[in-house]
């Protein structure tokens, strides 16, 4: 074995149970690489953007209320960021927070909605250890398209490590005074009133960790959508398990899978990787979808996913660029206009 090599996992990537530090670490340089979009990708997302408005009846245009969120402001340096330790990000209270979010919807037009959308990203799996141990590179070319290499297992559908689990429940504990974050300590105030997750088990093991101490989940039904999932194709950790598979998994636990979700993973192909603008059109596809569903009263709502799928949520939704660590999250205070054609 490499105790070396494990040793040093396990600094980046989770912090010592039983020290003082139990907060997800800052962002590495992998989720600083994969925070950012080229510019041909960026370009190749606007085209489609461009002729999906032109096709569509009426769509949601986003774009983001500045002045909210420490994480939109071009200044905040996202590799020293962590969400835990400067309460979500947040500028000012909450209760400032949330009474502009009530003003801006009340005094909106009709075709216009705010919300707050929290942008978690899973804990570790153990393709995230992979891919530390073999590099980006290796990683790329070779290690992410088979299933494991003997001492781990990251395919398909990879599942988060046993400290992840640990660490989810740990931090779930903090989330939970941050609720309470507010003049009359109502933990509802900024609770999320619904809960959408990736179908990979370890968005939905992150979404059950996070929340199932804190809100009731067989009352919220978290909804595990097939568009919020990870780039698709030939990285086996991001093929995903069948729907009996999810169905025994979770939804004892509450979940509830979307109709259209398919038995098998059609959408997984061994030789193709979806490229970023094709992710972002889901992204955008997913968002569409929720501003469309979620009623005027569901202003606060948690989305359990990816690196790459936060990566593009925030390009759609006209955000800067921002690292997630592992275990992370971003908010972000969304303005929505409906548009006809
Ligand atoms: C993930 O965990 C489940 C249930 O514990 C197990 O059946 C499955 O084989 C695991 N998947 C991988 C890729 O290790």
Redesign the pocket.
């Known amino acids: 074995m490499f105790p070396q090599i494990v040793y040093n996992l396990q600094q980046l990537l989770s912090t010592s149970l039983f020290g003082l530090n139990i907060m997800a670490p800052s962002p590495n340089s992998l989720d600083i690489l994969d925070s950012q979009i080229k510019l041909e990708f960026k370009d190749a997302y606007l085209t489609k953007l461009n002729q999906f408005r032109e096709e569509s009846q009426t769509y949601w245009e986003f774009s983001i209320v500045p002045g909210m969120f420490k994480q939109s402001d071009p200044e905040t340096d996202e590799s020293l960021f962590n969400y835990l330790d400067e309460h979500f990000g947040k500028i000012g209270t909450w209760d400032d927070i949330v009474s502009q979010l009530n003003i801006l919807n009340a005094e909106a037009e009709p075709n216009v909605q705010y919300k707050i959308l929290y942008l978690f990203r899973h804990y570790a799996g ?1 393709h995230n250890l992979a891919h530390l141990k073999y590099g980006n590179d290796a990683w790329n070319e070779y290690w992410s398209k088979i ?2 290499d003997g001492e781990m ?7 988060l490590t046993t400290e992840s689990v640990e660490l989810a429940k740990l931090n779930s504990r903090l989330i939970s005074k941050e609720l309470r974050n507010n003049a009359n300590g109502d933990s509802s105030l900024i609770a999320p009133q619904k809960l959408y997750v990736s179908p990979l ?1 370890r968005a939905v093991d992150t979404l059950f960790y996070t929340w199932n101490e804190i809100l009731d989940l067989k009352l919220i039904q978290p909804r595990i959508q097939e568009n919020w999932r990870e780039t698709m194709g030939v990285h ?2 991001d093929k995903r ?1 069948s729907r009996s ?1 999810i169905d025994e ?1 979770f939804t004892h636990k509450g979940f509830q899978i979307e109709l259209s979700l398919t038995e098998e993973d059609e959408l997984y192909q061994d030789d193709y990787r979806e490229t970023v603008d094709e992710q972002a059109m889901r992204m955008n596809s997913a968002l569409q979808q929720l501003f469309t569903e979620c009623g005027r009263n569901e202003l606060i709502i948690a989305i359990t996913s990816h690196s790459g799928s936060i990566r593009t949520q925030l390009m759609v939704l006209g955000h800067r660029s921002f690292a997630v660590q592992t275990g992370g999250m971003i908010p972000v205070f969304v303005k929505a206009v409906r548009n006809e054609n």
């Open positions: 153990y299933n494991g297992t990251w395919g398909p559908d990879a599942n088990s086996t950790c398990s598979i998994r």
